[in-house]
């Protein structure tokens, strides 16, 4: 069975300091990760997806994350947060095959404060 | 760029009503799925449906539910009778098979559904 925990359900960072986002995965099976991005009344949209190529993944708007297989972790990072990253912020857990549903964590709510 | 489209965006019904909700996948993606979030509560996977058939579904899904993919371009959910803890938005996903990444699902923008 596959499971995702998000370590904290809410983050507060100021302007132009780092973000950390924690995650950590429970898969029987080598997994695929993704981070997903909701901002208020919109859809998810992909930040980045790691599928057991190379461990540091890069994403869209300066997102990063890094896949540590002995840690089960898929932590996002950013350097520098924006006013626009404030959002809800999904990681999520998959088996790398076609059809398999997606197992989402329970969500963090980023703030950005300026 | 190609994305998933999904009608209406936002739906309200009263309880024991029968509503459909709509969603065009991706042109030629094969798989497409259902999944809905409940106010506050994370993403739930309903069901994934390849080759005119279900392939996965969870226990939500029950026989309250049915997906239909009618003609080559749209792809629906059906709440029979519909509860009030229905409510919720609904995000249809679709993906591909051929080549790298084949799980990763694209999103369309929902259906908040409204069951009074």
């Known amino acids: 069975a596959q499971s995702v925990t998000q370590l904290d359900s809410h983050v507060s960072v100021s302007e132009g300091t780092p973000v950390l986002l924690r995650c950590n995965y429970s898969?029987?099976?080598?997994?695929?990760l993704f981070w997903y991005v909701q901002h208020p009344n919109k859809g998810l949209q992909l930040l980045l997806k790691?599928?057991?190529?190379?461990?540091l993944v890069k994403g869209i708007n300066g997102f990063e994350a890094e896949f540590k297989k002995s840690e089960t972790s898929f932590h996002l990072t950013k350097p520098s947060a924006h006013m626009s990253d404030a959002a809800e912020y999904f990681c999520?857990?998959?088996?790398?095959?076609?059809?398999?549903?997606?197992?989402f964590g329970k969500g963090t709510t980023l703030s950005v404060s300026s | 760029e190609p994305e998933v489209t999904q009608t209406p965006s936002h739906q309200v019904t009263q309880m024991g009503q029968e509503v459909i909700l709509r969603c065009v996948p991706i042109s030629n993606h094969l798989y497409f799925y259902w999944y809905r979030q409940i106010l506050g509560q994370k993403v739930e996977f309903l069901v994934s449906f390849y080759n005119n058939e279900i392939s996965e579904k969870s226990e939500i899904f029950d026989d309250q539910f049915s997906v239909e993919r009618p003609d080559g371009s749209n792809f629906t959910l059906k709440i029979r009778s519909t509860k009030l803890e229905d409510s919720a938005m609904y995000f249809c996903?679709?993906?591909?098979?051929?080549?790298?990444?084949?799980?990763?699902?694209?999103f369309g923008p929902g259906t908040r559904l409204t069951v009074l």
């Open positions: 898969s029987s099976y080598s997994p695929s």
């Open positions: 996903a679709s993906s591909h098979i051929f080549g790298g990444d084949y799980n990763e699902q694209f």
């Open positions: 999520v857990v998959t088996y790398n095959q076609a059809g398999t549903a997606l197992i």
């Open positions: 790691y599928t057991s190529a190379a461990t």
